[in-house]
């Protein structure tokens, strides 16, 4: 079982940045892929960015890519994702996630939640 505490959301203007992390609990937080997805009301929730348990590897969506970095600290158990050249689109909850099986981008893969942060973004 593990415990995820997402924050680091705010309000932030067009080409800001804001640095979210994501907070574990629990047992083996070094075995799982991590995550991010994200969520804006109507729409269905979409990934961001992922990384393996031993931070080799990292994908992110097309939208983020060079503007996102995701990382973790396995010693601290923690997630963060740095986001950088943020604009009024990236406005969504944003949610870290434990990997369980099955497609990588899919967010029924993923065994563990967050609550979630609020992330906006004004033009």
């Known amino acids: 079982q593990v415990h995820l505490e997402d924050s680091g959301g705010g309000l932030v203007r067009t080409g800001g940045s804001l640095r979210l992390s994501c907070a574990a609990s629990?047992?083996?937080?070094?075995?799982?892929?991590m995550a991010w997805f994200r969520q804006v009301p109507g729409k269905e929730r979409e990934y961001v960015a992922i990384?393996?348990?031993?931070?080799?590897?990292?994908y992110y969506t097309e939208s983020v890519q060079g503007r996102f970095t995701i990382s973790r600290d396995n010693g601290k158990n923690t997630v963060y994702l740095q986001m950088n050249s943020l604009k009024p689109e990236d406005t969504a909850v944003y949610y870290c996630?434990?990997?369980?099986?099955?497609?990588?981008?899919?967010?029924?893969?993923?065994?563990?939640w967050g609550q979630g942060t609020q992330v906006t973004v004004s033009s």
């Open positions: 996630a434990a990997y369980g099986t099955g497609s990588y981008y899919s967010p029924g893969s993923y065994k563990y």
């Open positions: 629990g047992r083996n937080f070094d075995s799982y892929g």
């Open positions: 990384i393996s348990y031993d931070s080799e590897l990292t």
